[in-house]
């Protein structure tokens, strides 16, 4: 397939915005502006491999080994274009420098066994680092000689063996905290006895200080597969959300006037929570938590067959009061609560699933699910050929926020394992692409040649510890509603977000008389007119 | 003997001259079926058995009566009743299980668990369908009559689709050189929560036909089949045993 060539008019125009009239809560913003590209639509997406294999240390692989590695994306050199590093539980990672046109420049990173990878700008200065999970072990920081390479340094304080990890501005004071959180089963079948009597890993949410990271510990013992901040109390703070394997009920906490206290709000949660996603499905402003969990489709009997052993075990003590369930759920608030909305919009069952991101991926404003999944653990599934389940990703349209309607015809449904997954824009033309590491098979590019609208993307800077603004909530209103954003460093399933985020729309909206509304972490809030289809925004915060 | 004619279905179920001797082999069977379980720990599938085993000479003397006295229409009907009812009290007591003693839906399994199979299930509806059809061809016509035949043959058909089904994901378990699994005998149909419907997304979600699990399905299923049956019954009941048929017993 012909790849787009990739042209971007820089810098069309420099100024600076309004702001909203908020009293002193407003910040205005200084904004740079670049077109967008465009390129011939084929209405599906094509499928480009990369070079780079995860790979399992047993073959095939055993236990906590099926369970792969995640993978980032983010502008590591700010040359405008978005990189890819890629995580490997059996080997070293992966850096992927974008060099346009979907080629690009593979760099080897010593970094061996990583498990989780965000790409943030952990010392504040400008330049995204990469900080890296394990398999056993506490992260490993990658810094940014500005553009230059890496150099791996030492994140201060930072002591508690993790597994997946979080990244985020939560107390709105303009740096990043770091939210780490063990998978003991994996800690367990590795360290043994010297696990069993340390003083264990757990939940470990590191504050930034002076002299490096100050460790409060949430949990003493964990089986998190994944960590959210979410809103949960519509405080409009965020809370802290970590999902668990095995059963283990989600872990919650909410900041207060004496710390983080921990909370009880879902009645019904996701038994195996394999990822944690924030996204507003129905443009309402108010985003829902999505889970991603094991369950098959119950049509299909092949399919059915490979689940029936494991639905065998699974299944015995599932009681209609079961306050978790195996499957995928979508926590939506009502009025005092919140209820599941995941099987009425029919995004439940999308098998043994890992990755799961909403994203507008045909840019008709509303957003998507994209689930990676398949399994391969030769212990558990050893009466399956090569001991892995094979199922094929699920692409799911968002149908006016009311279903999610299957669509196989965007040729998305890869059978290759897939572990991590991000998607962004990595051809600068407004459709948003699609990056899968998969599990012993190599890792995969979906470049997105639907037929949609335009997009707007935005990307924020504040000059600040936290130069990306993440944790920040960006909401584009327009004459056909609003769309919601947030800028996460991490989501899903082990893997790394870039900081920019993207709003499609249909080509029948021109965005007259739109405007992009901004809550910065720390609550300021800014608003930006002025605005065109098919851009890129640099939004800049101006203090004072 | 001399019969009174038959005009309510009150009257087609008693035991009548066999009251005595039902009355008898019941609380035999209660006694023996209450020991077994509770004293010996016998599975409760295996106490029922063992009632119904005790009342099996008074029933079978009954239905002997009715066909004697006012033919096959009326084995045939008083059979059906008793055998639906029973069953309908099955699915009663699944529903106890899921939602008063919230019982996981594999241990929700009836009185007679060990029959709980796809098999069973199919067979036993299209007997009930076969034995409708015969009814209704005798006279149990009508809109109930045929409501009840349409209700049951819709029942049939979800059991058959769960009975295709089962078979292939045996034949699919056996190949891959697996046993056969308990919960392959409880998965959705057409029908409730992850049924076939809900996951076609022809109509979408739709509260209850799309959302219910399976044990309050088959209790819907059966509710309808057991109401419809008798009320096509009593109505129909003087043309499915004419008054010509009523014989006189000296």
Not at chain 1, 127 to 154: C, L, M, R
Not at chain 1, 476 to 504: E, M, P
Not at chain 2, 163 to 179: K, Q, T
Request: proline residues 5%; negative net charge; glycine residues 10%.
């Amino acid at each position: 397939m012909p790849i787009p060539k990739l042209f971007m008019m820089l810098v069309l125009l420099l100024g600076i915005g309004v702001a909203a009239s908020r009293g002193s809560s407003e910040v205005s913003v200084r904004v740079a502006s670049q077109s967008l590209a465009t390129s011939a639509c084929s209405g599906s997406f094509v499928e480009h491999d990369l070079p780079h294999i995860t790979t399992s240390r047993q073959q095939p692989a055993r236990g906590t080994d099926g369970e792969g590695s995640g993978l980032a994306l983010g502008d590591l050199n700010n040359d405008g274009r978005i990189d890819i590093v890629l995580a490997n539980e059996n080997g070293p990672a992966t850096i992927l420098w974008n060099q346009g046109g979907f080629r690009f420049r593979k760099q080897i990173l010593a970094d061996p066994d990583t498990r989780a990878v965000a790409i943030v700008d952990v010392d504040g200065d400008g330049w995204p680092d990469i900080v890296f999970t394990h398999n056993v072990g506490i992260p490993s920081y990658w810094h940014n000689q500005k553009g230059q390479g890496f150099a791996q340094a030492e994140l201060p304080g930072v002591r508690y063996k993790a597994y997946t990890m979080l990244w985020d501005d939560l107390e709105g004071r303009g740096q990043l905290d770091l939210v780490t959180a063990s998978y003991d089963t994996l800690l367990d079948a590795e360290l043994k006895d010297s696990f069993l009597f340390s003083e264990g890993a757990g939940v470990v949410l590191y504050r930034p200080g002076p002299k490096g990271y100050l460790p409060e510990r949430l949990a003493r013992r964990s089986q998190a597969l994944s960590i959210a901040a979410f809103d949960v109390s519509g405080s409009g703070k965020r809370d802290l959300i970590v999902g668990n394997d095995f059963g283990v009920p989600p872990m919650v906490w909410q900041p207060t006037a004496k710390g983080w206290e921990a909370v009880h709000p879902f009645p019904h949660f996701s038994q195996n929570v394999m990822s944690l996603s924030v996204a507003d499905v129905h443009n309402d402003a108010t985003p829902e938590l999505f889970s991603s969990d094991m369950k098959p489709d119950f049509r299909d009997p092949k399919a059915l067959v490979a689940w029936i052993p494991l639905m065998e075990k699974g299944y015995k003590g599932l009681t209609r009061s079961a306050s978790q369930r195996p499957e995928n759920m979508l926590q939506r608030r009502s009025v005092h609560t919140f209820r599941n909305e995941a099987y009425t919009l029919g995004i439940d069952a999308t098998g043994w699933s890992w990755s799961a991101k909403f994203a507008d991926l045909n840019n008709d404003g509303f957003s998507d699910l994209y689930v990676v999944n398949g399994m391969i653990d030769q212990e558990l599934l050893g009466y399956l050929p090569g001991g892995e389940i094979v199922e094929q990703n699920q692409v799911f349209r968002n149908v006016n926020g009311r279903r999610f309607e299957p669509r196989p015809d965007w040729k998305l449904g890869s059978i290759r394992s897939g572990r991590g997954m991000s998607i962004a824009d990595l051809d600068n033309n407004g459709r948003l692409d699609i990056v899968v590491n998969n599990l012993n098979a190599p890792a995969q590019l979906f470049e997105n040649q639907l037929c949609g609208g335009p997009a707007l993307e935005v990307s924020l800077r504040w000059e600040s510890k936290n130069t990306r603004a993440i944790g920040a909530q960006v909401m584009l209103h327009t004459s056909q509603g609003q769309q919601w954003r947030q800028v996460t460093a991490t989501s899903g399933y082990l893997s790394g977000d870039a900081s920019r985020i993207h709003f499609g729309f249909p080509a029948s909206e021109t965005l007259q008389g739109a405007w992009l509304e901004i809550i910065w972490p720390d609550g300021k809030h800014s608003a930006f007119k002025n605005l065109r289809p098919q851009t890129l925004l640099t939004l800049t915060r101006q203090e004072g | 003997m001399a019969l009174i004619p038959i005009r309510h279905l009150p009257q087609l179920l008693s035991f009548r001259t066999r009251q005595n001797l039902a009355l008898l082999c019941g609380a035999i069977g209660l006694i023996l079926a209450g020991n077994a379980v509770y004293g010996a720990g016998m599975p409760i599938w295996g106490g029922t058995l063992m009632f119904l085993g005790s009342i099996a000479v008074p029933v079978g003397l009954k239905w002997w009566d009715d066909f004697s006295q006012w033919g096959m229409p009326a084995l045939v009907l008083s059979g059906l009743l008793l055998l639906q009812g029973f069953h309908f009290l099955e699915h009663t007591v699944q529903m106890v299980q899921y939602y008063l003693l919230n019982l996981p839906s594999a241990q929700s399994q009836g009185l007679i668990s060990a029959l709980n199979v796809e098999w069973v299930h199919f067979t036993w509806n299209v007997i009930i369908l076969a034995c409708s059809v015969y009814l209704l061809r005798r006279g149990m016509g009508g809109f109930w009559g045929w409501a009840m035949v349409i209700w049951t043959t819709a029942h049939t058909l979800e059991h058959l689709y769960l009975f295709v089904r089962y078979l292939e994901i045996s034949r699919e378990l056996s190949a891959l050189g697996l046993p056969a699994y308990g919960v392959a005998q409880v998965l959705p149909g057409i029908l409730g929560r992850d049924g076939w419907l809900a996951e076609s997304g022809i109509c979408g979600r739709i509260p209850g036909l799309t959302t219910l699990p399976r044990v309050a399905i088959h209790f819907g299923w059966n509710l309808g089949e057991t109401l419809l049956l008798v009320v096509a019954a009593q109505l129909n009941l003087m043309r499915l045993i004419p008054r010509e048929m009523e014989k006189t017993h000296d």
